[in-house]
């Protein structure tokens, strides 16, 4: 009753009364500090890593691209950083991205192809630590939307139980063929689209893909969080909503037809590659869609004040794809490199690599250093000061990207792919030195290239430079170890 009467003069004498029994105890000096120590802590920052699929370096236009334009990729590119000399893990899909998620080449990554020697999709071990556990460690929201390809819904290898607290998009890689699925997944359940079924085409996934990604950003905008957003954009099937394909149909001359499935095919959606009539316009219509998308993130961001407070980085999982009706002659997506996806020649590995943090990356910059998927893992285990997992093989190019520091370099970068008889490469500073057919002994076939002196890899300069064939050959046979779902030669002597 006197509380209520006294109102707010009692209200402050308590208030005066509890600051002087904390100014006795010596308790208010403690309480002064802990905000002191907390107003010094800055915030971790947001980190946003975009992945293209089968993107080639030559397929934005910062990177020479002439048949259409990407001006909000190219943008991070302007306020940012562009890496010349980057690569995929290797060069197809699931264990390029496993070698990005687990910080190490593909002669060490759980994963080293689409699927096993028994033909059954392969998937990340629980004993495996990925970039997203790293970030949980560090206390962010984490999220993965696109195309996961590395487990299966229940398996070891589910998102939700490699680090992502959200994960929205296709879990299959084989689903994700089509633009216009019957469902997707969101947290290990089947998001039906029914505008979808049976045979219509409403619903564009990426589009809903974007949409979640948008979402995740706007309830995590007020603690640090971590987007891996593995885009299906421009993979092999060539399909975009009408009000892209209106903007190059009949520009882009002349066409490429590609005759595909169709409804009532066993494999309609369910891997098989739909018809595309307008296949240039179609390819164009996809990467101007995907850089409308990365532009509504970069506005996002500057909407709640996150631009200077958010790396954001973009990339590619692999060389330019021929499934599909593509054309990457056409479009020049390799730009100056031999080679294409399933190659481990330049073409099928150099991709683009642009990174964005304002106030910390010099804008307009451009590195030569070279770098690759392992490589992203300690980098940002640096950036948020967490422990990178002792078996990687990655750098940190932080030092690179905020132009301070002592940037370490590789010795070598090393690569292998298990299809095609089996296909081995290895850079050592201007060396690349290919091995086709590693399985078989009657085709096998060992290149040496000079990069520097030819990088399109047009030259084998082997004969000429035996004793270095051979250095090569020693290292890239201590490069790898045995894998028994990826049976593979262990010497190639």
């Known amino acids: ?14 208030s005066l009364i509890v600051l ?74 699931a264990p390029s991205r496993s070698s990005l998620m687990t910080g190490q080449t593909t002669g060490y990554t759980p994963i080293r192809g689409n699927s096993t020697g028994n033909k059954k999709p392969a998937s990340l071990p629980d004993t495996v630590i990925t970039i997203a556990e790293l970030m ?55 998001v039906i689209l029914e505008k979808n079924l049976p045979d219509k085409k409403v619903e564009y996934a990426p589009d809903l893909i974007h949409q979640q990604v948008l979402h995740f950003i706007d309830k995590n905008r007020d603690r640090p969080f971590f987007i891996y957003y593995p885009t299906t954009i421009p993979h092999a099937e060539l399909a975009a909503p009408e009000k892209y ?41 996809m990467i101007t869609l995907l850089d409308h998308q990365v532009g509504e993130i970069l506005d996002r961001l500057k909407q709640y004040g996150l631009d200077d407070h958010t790396l954001v980085i973009f990339s590619s999982d692999n060389g330019p794809h021929l499934e599909g009706g593509a054309d990457p002659e056409y479009f020049n997506s390799n730009g100056p490199y031999r080679g294409y996806k399933r190659d481990l020649y330049e073409g099928g590995i150099r991709e683009p690599m642009l990174a964005r943090w304002p106030g910390h990356i010099a804008a307009g910059s451009k590195t030569d250093r070279i770098t690759a998927f392992w490589d992203v893992m300690p980098t940002l285990a640096e950036l948020v000061h967490v422990k990178t997992p002792a078996n990687t093989q990655g750098l940190s190019f932080l030092p690179t990207l905020l132009g301070k520091g002592t940037q370490k370099e590789h010795d070598h970068l090393y690569w292998e792919f298990h299809e095609f008889g089996g296909r081995q490469a290895i850079r050592k500073g201007r060396w690349k030195y290919i091995v086709y057919n590693v399985l078989n002994k009657e085709k096998r076939k060992a290149q040496l290239f000079d990069l520097d002196k030819d990088p399109g890899e047009q030259e084998d300069i082997a004969l000429q430079y035996p004793d270095v064939v051979k250095e090569l050959q020693e290292v890239m046979e201590q490069s790898r170890v045995p894998a028994p779902q990826f049976p593979f030669i262990e010497s190639l002597k």
């Open 1 to 14: 009753m006197i509380a209520q009467w006294l109102g707010p003069v009692y209200d402050r004498r308590v």
């Open 20 to 93: 002087f029994v904390l100014l006795l105890t010596g308790s208010l000096d403690q309480v002064a500090a802990q905000g002191a120590n907390s107003a010094k802590a800055p915030r971790k920052p947001n980190i946003i890593y975009i992945l293209a699929d089968d993107m080639g370096y030559g397929d934005l236009s910062c990177y020479g691209q002439q048949r259409f334009q990407t001006p909000n990729i190219d943008r991070i590119a302007r306020d940012g950083i562009q890496f010349m000399q980057h690569y995929a893990g290797t060069a197809v899909c």
């Open 136 to 190: 949980k460690q560090a206390g962010y929201a984490t999220g993965a939307f696109g195309k996961w390809g590395l487990g299966a819904v229940g398996s070891e290898g589910d998102p939700n139980k490699q680090g992502f607290d959200e994960f929205y998009g296709y879990i299959s890689q084989g689903l994700a063929h089509s633009y216009y699925p019957d469902f997707l997944v969101h947290n290990q359940q089947k």
């Open 245 to 285: 394909m209106a903007r190059f149909r009949g520009k882009l001359l002349p066409e490429k037809t590609f005759k595909g499935v169709s409804y009532g095919a066993p494999n309609y959606k369910k891997g098989g590659y739909e018809s595309q009539p307008e296949g240039h316009a179609a390819f164009a219509a």
